[in-house]
């Protein structure tokens, strides 16, 4: 790898010497940026009691658990929808019929190209539907798009023999798709997938925008309640690690599933595109490394 | 068609501030992820375990948990800011975890020879990453950087729904002034198509010319 | 080696918020709520119930029926008018009593009611497309919002006021506010009052009134603007730290949002206001959440039957 051995030299004894003294330098300089952050916390009070202590409650518990609970209600909810609706849309984009096929090219782009929140508050102010299926429609018709693309580019790198072959034994064009093409391209575009999925966990919280009673919205209940001394950031302290180790965990599955896949010899026939990561814009799997 | 002549103003303020917003942002973005990227292949230990933090919890956090931490908690510090800065905050970092590994991917597509040449001459680490490495990387991070601003300039909306002037706020004055709400956001999301396909214009033009010529 | 370093930290933070998950499922939690602030409020009135109650001309109550209770926006923020407790999700205040004065009154028992938290800019939205069936919630009766839903009431006439911090001397009234930063709610009646008679004043604009407060609180804004019942509410939980300044410069009736069509509900609810006001509900139900702040009950406005369009 050319971060390790490219870059600079396999360093001799003065740089190493040198190396260590900026270790030291960084390390002391990181240290003292997380002990001013800390210094800062003890210093405005954000670890009193009263800012704690409402965590202690079972209400305010069940409050919090209900709304991570609405959040994965609305992941899940998104995510079905997504993959289904990605699915018909790749199949419209692959179609024979060039009517279809520029049809669902027009959806793809134009849902692709639209803020996701714009959608959100389209739906929720100008068609006037309650919050959670307003947040589910928009995150499905933004990651449906994208799955689609990610669904279509898989199918279209699955090796063109395979294609050859199948039509070669008398398949169908259904058959040759069901069969052939789409087993083979769902189980490369896998970690792709799930790393779109990362996105969709991530943007239930747009949710709290429109007011539907999700994770985040049940922090800011507790955070901008005047009796318990505004706890902001005790607030996001106790919510994010929850939500980074939520995406991190789905992160952390595309990763398995993307080495597991390298060794899998049912894909071979598939070229398995670099997954584009301004496109994509996960926590889902690093780039590929050479 | 009246929405828009009728609030010129209104919807070109809401422009501006998306652009506004947009600009900055990218400006901070891609100052932290060239220099997280720097970090993440430094030889020195704790810088790479530092930037290997910064993107892995800035990468897994949604942007509206940051935009309330950073706008809602950092007051709390006494750090106290007008709001749009707090907002060009929270979007550049974000934006930066993505830039570093576009970055990150784009240093790892130089040929290695380029490297150790670079170092077989006598050049130090900052010499062969800023004079040989980062220049070629460039090229290849064109495209991945450009479609990551694409996503900056549409995740700037929710700024708009913490209070800040771009353009998704514009709907509000005008629903209450009773304007058709569909005409109203059709324009805004005009407006935001004008930001998106000239960023994208501009690195078209930016790759054509110091593209990768492949 | 990056990638392993980057894998190793995962698994840390992945365990840890695992370890948190499991603290909070495996609820080792206090019952009740945390301690509250501010004067403790006196015994809640209780509203009988009224019986063999009809009303077939309005869809909206119709529909009630059908579901056997109410679903009544309000605001969840506002000390002594409407503020959910976090821990019981129990709502309180005057606007809550209204609420369930209401209720009572069209043959729903008030225990029933379920409350919905509605933002001042989704009022309009959540009434119009049946998300809720009234809405109370320091909605100020306009000519404007007149054209999108209906209003029964007023029930309450609030007024545009300032609250600063008790060692803010400047401002006396709006006339102080040139060059001041004052927070008010996005799309709100005082916002829109500020920037078009005040114009030297610096807007600042949030979803909530709260984190308008918290502004104030960490010195960000200089003053918070909105009616007086809102601003006292707020005086009353820390006052020590805060101050309701100068006459109110406005009249704000404040109405029940109700659909725009359905005027059987607006009169009906304009009757059972009346008759609240004239057995004394009204005013037990003021003196135990609003007259807390020592401001004692005002005169109930005058209803404003306007004739069905």
């Known amino acids: ?290 | 068609m009246n929405v828009l002549l009728d609030n010129l103003s209104l919807y070109g303020e809401g422009l501006l501030g998306t652009v506004e917003l947009t600009v900055y942002a990218s400006l901070l973005a891609l100052v932290l992820g060239f220099l997280m990227a720097a970090f993440r292949v430094a030889p020195v230990a704790s810088l790479r375990v530092f930037g290997t933090a910064w993107v892995t919890v800035l990468r897994n956090t949604p942007l509206t948990l940051l935009f309330f931490a950073v706008v809602l908690g950092l007051p709390r510090f006494g750090l106290v800011l007008p709001f749009k800065l707090f907002a060009i905050l929270a979007l550049g970092c974000y934006t930066s975890a993505f830039i570093c590994e576009a970055v990150r991917s784009g240093i790892n597509t130089v040929p290695v020879g380029q490297g150790e040449a670079a170092r077989s001459l006598g050049m130090t680490f900052p010499q062969t990453l800023g004079e040989i490495v980062l220049p070629q990387a460039f090229r290849s991070v064109i495209p991945p950087i450009g479609s990551t601003l694409i996503a900056l300039a549409k995740n700037s909306a929710i700024a708009g729904a913490f209070s800040v002037v771009e353009l998704l706020g514009v709907y509000k004055p005008l629903s209450e002034r009773g304007y058709n709400i569909i005409w109203t956001f059709f324009w805004i999301a005009v407006g935001y198509l004008l930001v998106t396909l000239t960023i994208s214009a501009i690195f078209n033009v930016l790759e054509k010319r110091f593209g990768v010529a492949s | 080696m990056p990638h392993r370093h980057s894998t190793r930290l995962r698994r840390t933070l992945v365990a840890l918020a695992l370890a948190l998950l499991t603290l909070a499922v495996a609820g080792c939690g206090r019952e009740g709520s945390p301690p509250v602030k501010g004067p403790k409020g006196s015994e809640l009135p209780t509203y009988p119930v009224a019986k063999n109650f009809s009303l077939p001309e309005s869809p909206t109550w119709e529909r009630a029926k059908r579901r056997g209770h109410l679903v009544i926006g309000v605001k969840e923020d506002q000390p002594y008018l409407g503020e959910k407790d976090p821990a019981t999700g129990i709502y309180t205040g005057f606007d809550i009593e209204i609420a369930k004065m209401m209720s009572a009154a069209l043959g729903f028992p008030p225990s029933t009611i379920q409350f919905q938290t509605i933002s001042s800019a989704n009022r309009e939205t959540a009434l119009q497309n049946g998300q809720i069936d009234m809405y109370v919630g320091t909605y100020t009766i306009n000519d404007k919002r007149k054209k999108l839903v209906g209003f029964a009431g007023p029930y309450y006439l609030a007024g545009q006021s300032l609250l600063v911090r008790t060692d803010e001397n400047d401002i006396k009234g709006p006339q102080d506010l040139a060059g001041k930063r004052v927070c008010s709610a996005a799309g709100s009646t005082p916002y829109q009052r500020i920037q078009a008679e005040y114009p030297k004043a610096v807007l600042v604009a949030y979803d909530t009134y709260s984190v308008c407060v918290d502004n104030l609180l960490t010195y960000q804004v200089d003053a918070v603007t909105t009616d007086d019942a809102i601003l006292l509410g707020y005086a009353a939980k820390v006052p020590e730290e805060l101050k309701v300044v100068g006459k109110p410069f406005s009249e704000e009736p404040y109405g029940i949002g109700v659909p725009r069509a359905d005027n059987a509900l607006r009169f009906a609810l304009d009757d059972a206001l009346a008759a609240a006001e004239k057995n004394g509900n009204w005013r037990k139900a003021y003196d135990a959440t609003l007259g807390l702040s020592g401001v004692p009950a005002p005169e109930p406005p005058p209803i404003d039957r306007y004739p069905a369009t």
């Not at chain 1, 318990?228 to 980074?244: C, N, T």
């Open chain 1, 1 to 290: 790898m050319i971060t390790t051995t490219a870059l600079y030299d396999v360093p001799g004894p003065r740089t190493r010497a040198r190396h260590r003294l900026y270790a030291i330098g960084a390390t002391v300089a990181i240290l003292a940026l997380a002990g001013w952050v800390l210094y800062l916390l003890f210093t405005t009070g954000q670890f009193t009691a009263a800012k704690w202590s409402p965590f202690l409650y079972k209400g305010i518990q069940e409050l919090l658990l209900n709304g991570l609970g609405n959040t994965l209600k609305a992941f899940v909810l998104a995510a079905v929808l997504s993959l289904a609706l990605g699915a018909v849309l790749a199949v419209g984009r692959l179609s024979d019929h060039r009517a279809l096929r520029w049809v669902c090219t027009l959806v793809v782009e134009f849902f692709r190209a639209m803020p996701l929140l714009v959608m959100i508050f389209f739906i929720y102010v100008a068609l006037q539907v309650a919050p959670l299926p307003a947040l589910v429609a928009g995150l499905t018709l933004y990651n449906g798009s994208v799955l689609a693309e990610v669904f279509r580019s898989g199918v279209n790198a699955v090796d063109r023999g395979q294609r050859e072959a199948a039509y070669a034994l008398g398949m169908r064009k259904t058959q040759v798709m069901t069969h052939v093409l789409v087993p083979q391209a769902v189980r490369a575009m896998l970690p792709a997938i799930i790393s779109q999925l990362v996105v969709a966990l991530k943007d239930t919280s747009l949710g709290f925008l429109i007011t539907y009673e999700e994770f985040l919205h049940a922090g800011k209940l507790i955070a901008s309640n005047l009796d318990y001394d505004l706890p902001f950031i005790p607030v996001v302290m106790v919510i994010s690690p929850v939500y980074i180790g939520m995406c991190m965990l789905l992160s952390w599955l595309a990763n398995w599933v993307a080495r597991r896949q390298q060794r899998n010899p049912k894909v071979e026939a598939v070229a398995v595109a670099a997954a584009e990561p301004g496109n994509l814009m996960t926590g889902g799997p690093q780039p590929p490394v050479r």
